[in-house]
Nanobody
Framework: QARLEESGGGLVQPGDSLRLSCAAS????????MGWFRQGPGKEREFVGW????????VYADSVKGRFTISRDNTKNTLYLQMNSLKPEDTAIYYC?????????????????WGQGTQVTVSS
């Protein structure tokens, strides 16, 4: 059964770091590019970043570039999002996504599989 499950969210202070994980079933993960998205309170779901199937290529939203890092462990079918220098505006539910059907990687509609999300709250 296709499955994505995020973990690692929590409440942190501005400037802190957090690492999110996304455990994926093999049929979604193996060799396939993966994405991270987030949805803040009262906002549309937005692109955070993307990683190629090999892990050799990444793309980030301008708002997180230089602070967030996406990686993957293909032996564990797990995707990661390392978030540093967190800001209050990073507060959102974070989702991993797989099964991209096109190269429009910033568009949430192209992904077939989604996790349930994990809440990240950045507040002093």
């Amino acid at each position: 059964q296709a499955r994505l499950e995020e973990s690692g969210g929590g409440l942190v202070q501005p400037g802190d770091s957090l690492r999110l994980s996304c455990a994926a079933s093999g049929q979604i993960f193996s060799g396939g590019p993966m994405g991270w998205f987030r949805q803040g309170p009262g906002k549309e779901r937005e692109f955070v970043g993307w990683i190629s199937g090999s892990g050799g290529s990444t793309v980030y939203a301008d708002s997180v570039k230089g602070r967030f890092t996406i990686s993957r462990d293909n032996t564990k079918n797990t995707l990661y999002l390392q978030m540093n220098s967190l800001k209050p505006e990073d507060t959102a539910i974070y989702y991993c996504a797989g099964g991209a059907r096109s190269s429009w990687i910033r568009d949430a509609k192209i992904y077939d599989y989604w996790g349930q999300g994990t809440q990240v709250t950045v507040s002093s």
